[in-house]
């Protein structure tokens, strides 16, 4: 499967669905988050060596966001596999085509489920 990184990204972007679950996100509430809210997650943590670079970001809900928390997608899929995050074996398959990508233009390894 070759993927084109950017225009992947700028698809889902343009739908304003959290690339991960694949919900329509919302305006962020005058207070606090909703789950909805429009977030961009870094997918190789900061905290663990991730740059800003575009090919880093990904436009995802605050409900995913926070769930992933600073793990990277392999850690998280590991976690998800264990929960009962709603919508988890979808957030999954997402995960393995976004590593997928990731790893074509990113940084290999680190990212692989
Ligand atoms: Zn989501």
């Keep these: 499967m070759e993927e084109d990184w950017e ?3 700028a698809i889902w972007t343009s739908l304003d ?3 991960y679950c694949e919900r329509i996100m919302k305006e962020q509430p005058k207070r606090g ?3 909805l809210t429009r977030t961009k997650d870094h997918i ?3 905290s663990l060596g991730g740059d800003l670079s575009r090919y880093n970001k990904l436009h995802c809900c605050y409900a995913c966001n926070h769930n992933k928390g ?3 997608l392999k850690e998280w899929r590991e ?3 264990v929960s009962d995050f709603p919508d988890k074996e979808l957030i999954i398959s997402n995960i393995e085509r976004i590593a997928h ?3 074509i233009f990113y940084k290999p390894l680190l990212n692989t489920p």
């Design 7 to 9: 225009s992947y990204v």
């Design 17 to 19: 669905i959290c690339m």
């Design 33 to 35: 988050k909703a789950p």
């Design 44 to 46: 190789i943590p900061k």
């Design 70 to 72: 600073n793990l990277t």
């Design 79 to 81: 976690k998800l596999l």
């Design 101 to 103: 990508c990731s790893n």
